[in-house]
């Protein structure tokens, strides 16, 4: 069973930066597509950003490219979402994601293990 945690996650004023990290457990972790996704309230849960085993190909959503970054250090069973320039729009539940695979993907039907969330907020 592989299990994911999230970190770093906070209260940020608008503009400020933030970096989730995640944590993976089991020796497999350089076989999976990771991803990150977020949820706010009321929402529905929405694709953020996805990488390759690798790190050789990432995806993000459109409105975060330019202020988001994902990457990964398949040594250390951790991937990151590095947040620049926050704005309050990006407050909700992050969640960390994987999937057995080798290209990147949006649709969360795709990923088997989750982490339990951590909260970003973002202030005006």
């Known amino acids: 069973q592989v299990q994911l945690v999230e970190s770093g996650g906070g209260l940020v004023q608008a503009g400020g930066s933030l970096r989730l990290s995640c944590a993976a457990s089991?020796?497999?972790?350089?076989?999976?597509?990771m991803g990150w996704f977020r949820q706010a309230p009321g929402k529905e849960r929405e694709f953020v950003a996805s990488?390759?085993?690798?790190?050789?190909?990432?995806a993000y959503l459109d409105s975060v490219k330019g202020r988001f970054t994902i990457s990964r250090d398949n040594a250390k069973n951790t991937v990151y979402l590095q947040m620049n320039s926050l704005k309050p729009e990006d407050t909700a539940i992050y969640y960390c994601?994987?999937?057995?695979?080798?290209?990147?993907?949006?649709?969360?039907?795709?990923?088997?293990?989750w982490g339990q969330g951590t909260q970003v907020t973002v202030s005006s």
């Open positions: 994601a994987g999937y057995t695979g080798w290209g990147t993907s949006p649709r969360p039907s795709e990923y088997d293990y």
């Open positions: 089991g020796r497999a972790f350089s076989t999976y597509t």
């Open positions: 990488i390759n085993w690798n790190g050789g190909n990432t």
